[in-house]
Nanobody, 125 residues
Framework: QVQLVESGGGLVQAGGSLRLSCAAS????????MGWFRQAPEKEREFVAA????????HYTNSVKGRFTISRDNAKNMVYLQMNSLKPEDTAVYYC??????????????????WGQGTQVTVSS
C-alpha cells in the first residue's frame, strides 16, 4: 500500500496557474503508473491525467489537454500536475492516485489502488 499526500491547491483567478504536488511513500513508487482525478461539488470524481512508471507515456482527459501537464520524479517519489490557463470549471478537489501496474490501463477509478486525501483548487471568474 502506498501513502499519498497532495499539496499546492488554492484560490486562483481564471487564466492563472497552479502546480499540484503529490508525495508518495510506502512501496516502490517507480513500479506504478500514477494519476490525478478531480471531484467538483455535486459531481462524480473524474479522471484528469495519468503517467506511466517512467514518465514516457501520459494521458489526459479532453478538457485539460494543452493546459495541464502531468510529470513525475521517481528519485523524489513525487508526482506533479502543472495547471495553466485555469478556468472556473476546473474548480474541484484534486486527488492523486497510484495505479496497479507500470502503465496506465484506463480512466476507471478501479485501475488505481491508493488515493490521497485531496487538495482544493478554486478558480474565480
Amino acid at each position: 500500500q502506498v501513502q499519498l499526500v497532495e499539496s499546492g491547491g488554492g484560490l486562483v483567478q481564471a487564466g492563472g496557474s497552479l502546480r499540484l504536488s503529490c508525495a508518495a511513500s510506502g512501496r516502490d513508487f517507480s513500479n506504478y503508473a500514477m494519476g490525478w482525478f478531480r471531484q467538483a461539488p455535486e459531481k462524480e470524481r473524474e479522471f484528469v491525467a495519468a503517467i506511466s512508471w517512467g514518465g514516457g507515456s501520459t494521458h489526459y482527459t479532453n478538457s485539460v489537454k494543452g493546459r495541464f501537464t502531468i510529470s513525475r520524479d521517481n528519485a523524489k517519489n513525487m508526482v506533479y500536475l502543472q495547471m495553466n490557463s485555469l478556468k472556473p470549471e476546473d474548480t474541484a478537489v484534486y486527488y492523486c492516485a497510484a495505479g496497479r501496474s507500470l502503465y496506465y490501463t484506463g480512466q476507471g477509478q478501479t485501475n488505481f489502488g491508493s488515493w490521497g486525501q485531496g487538495t482544493q483548487v478554486t478558480v474565480s471568474s
